[in-house]
Structures are given as C-alpha cells and as structure tokens.
C-alpha cells in the first residue's frame, strides 16, 4: 500500500487558495496513484484531486493546510503538491 506522509503549508498568496492553484494542484494531483487529502490544520481533510473540494476548503491567506499523502508514490506525490502550493503562494496567481 505504501507509506503516508504529512506535511503543512503555510498559504501565503494575498489572493489565497482560489482557482488557478486549485486547478494547477489538481492536475498534478491527479498524476499520482496515492491517495491525497487537503485540509486545515485541526480540521476534516478533503479529496485533493477535486477541484470542488479544494475550493470549499476557503483557504485565505495566513491559512495552514495539511497535506497527506498515501501510496506507492507518496514521496513523489508530496515533494510534487508542495512545490506547487509553494510556487503558487509566492506567484501573482
């Protein structure tokens, strides 16, 4: 089944969590067989290859989301979303 690793980002994106890295997030999400849940930190995580999902998380800027990955490609998976969550932070999105 393989392994389950977590990580937390910070969102720093004045816009925050909309759209444009929901959609980049999800594609490649969606590159991976693991299973990977999204959420806020002490809250109920979501299905991080839905796009609707992600986007009734309401995540603002100063948010912090728990990344969790689980499966045969969960390495790859995580170092993959969270550069994307990272790059999407710091970019005009």
Do not use: C, W, Y
């Not at 392994?3 to 816009?15: D, F, H």
């Not at 991976?32 to 009734?56: C, D, R, T």
């Not at 390495?75 to 790059?87: C, E, G, H, P």
């Amino acid at each position: 089944m393989g392994e389950s690793l977590r990580q937390s980002v910070m969102i720093t994106n004045p816009q925050g969590l909309h759209m444009r890295p929901i959609t980049a997030f999800v594609e490649v999400a969606t590159r991976f067989q693991s299973n990977i849940q999204l959420g806020k930190a002490g809250s109920e995580l979501v299905n991080g290859k839905s796009p609707i999902a992600l986007l009734g998380l309401g995540a603002d800027q100063g948010t912090e989301l728990i990344l969790e990955v689980s499966g045969a490609d969960a390495a790859d998976a995580l170092k993959a979303l969270v550069d994307v969550l990272q790059r999407q932070n710091v970019e005009d999105s």
